[in-house]
């Protein structure tokens, strides 16, 4: 079983920056696609960003809500997965997970472990 520890995230006014950390455990992190989804309260799940594999291509997408505002990466050494989020806006909120897909390409996975989720809120 995969394990994906999450960390950052917690309450920033409008306009500014939080980083979100997807580290795993027990297994190269690297070999997998990793996306990242919210879900606000009453709302469905979406889909924010992916990065697929250094094997696969490594290629990054977004969301058009967050695309120019947020950037996911990769830091194999640290094994983790970050998604830095600036020009926060209060329609950011929600609780935000991690995910691993095998496969390693992002347009072709299916996301199977998930993380802890944490909560991101934008507000004044």
């Known amino acids: 079983q995969l394990q994906l520890v999450q960390s950052g995230g917690g309450l920033v006014q409008p306009g500014g920056s939080l980083r979100l950390s997807c580290a795993a455990s027990g297994f190269t992190l690297d070999v997998y696609a990793i996306g990242w989804f919210r879900q606000a309260p009453g709302k469905e799940r979406e889909g924010v960003s992916c990065i697929s594999s250094s094997s696969s291509d490594g290629s990054t997408y977004y969301a058009d809500s967050v695309k120019g505002r947020f950037t996911i990466s990769r830091d194999n050494a640290e094994n983790t997965v970050y998604l830095q989020m600036n020009r926060l806006k209060p329609e950011d909120t929600a609780v935000y997970y991690c995910?691993?897909?095998?496969?390693?390409?992002?347009?072709?996975?299916?996301?199977?472990?998930w993380g802890q989720g944490t909560q991101v809120t934008v507000s004044s």
């Open positions: 995910a691993a897909g095998v496969g390693g390409s992002c347009p072709r996975t299916q996301f199977g472990s």
